[in-house]
């Protein structure tokens, strides 16, 4: 276990996930504003192999975690810090569909935040999102600071750049 929040713990994903993170990124309404691509089970166990690996990389900063609820064990979704290619390093997260309103975007992000900032010693956190994604947009406008919106030609959409400085 790496931390944990009022109603969650966060941990290393394991092979044994994938059935729920096969759900999850096979979800076209969960998939919708990170590329809108969903995914198949093939390629969903390639990836969770692939994030798995990164784990005991010899300096590895790309870190993407299982979200686990502390009541009853269930798989939530994924979280992630992972130093991106501006070199910054970027919080992320995905929820399954049904866990969606609960609360548990906030509750991650804070969590990361404190994981971020005391664990892993950074100066400084980021966190980018298309500005359709209202919840989302919503949890950061109330956490870290706006920049500015721009257009992402990778993902055709607009999207807000923040930032927090420990």
Excluded at 45 to 52: G, N, S, T
Excluded at 133 to 149: G, H, P, Q, Y
Aim: charged share 35%; with cysteine.
């Amino acid at each position: 276990m790496l931390f944990t929040t009022k109603r969650l713990y966060v941990r290393e994903l394991s092979r044994e996930d994938l059935p729920e993170f096969h759900r999850m990124q096979n979800d076209h309404a969960v998939m919708r504003y990170v590329g809108g691509k969903t995914y198949s089970l093939e390629e969903n166990k390639a990836d969770l192999e692939r994030v798995i690996s990164f784990y005991k990389k010899r300096g590895n900063d790309f870190w993407v975690w299982a979200i686990m609820s502390i009541e009853d064990h269930r798989f939530i979704g994924t979280c992630a810090l992972v130093k991106n290619e501006k070199d910054e390093y970027e919080i992320g997260f995905r929820l399954l569909k049904e866990e969606w309103k609960k609360g548990f975007g906030k509750e991650i992000t804070n969590g990361l935040l404190g994981y971020g900032f005391d664990t892993m010693k950074l100066s400084k956190i980021v966190a980018y999102v298309n500005k359709n994604n209202v919840a989302s947009v919503k949890i950061l406008d109330s956490t870290f600071r706006f920049i500015k919106e721009f257009y992402n030609d990778k993902e055709d959409c607009i999207d807000r750049y923040y930032q927090i400085s420990n």
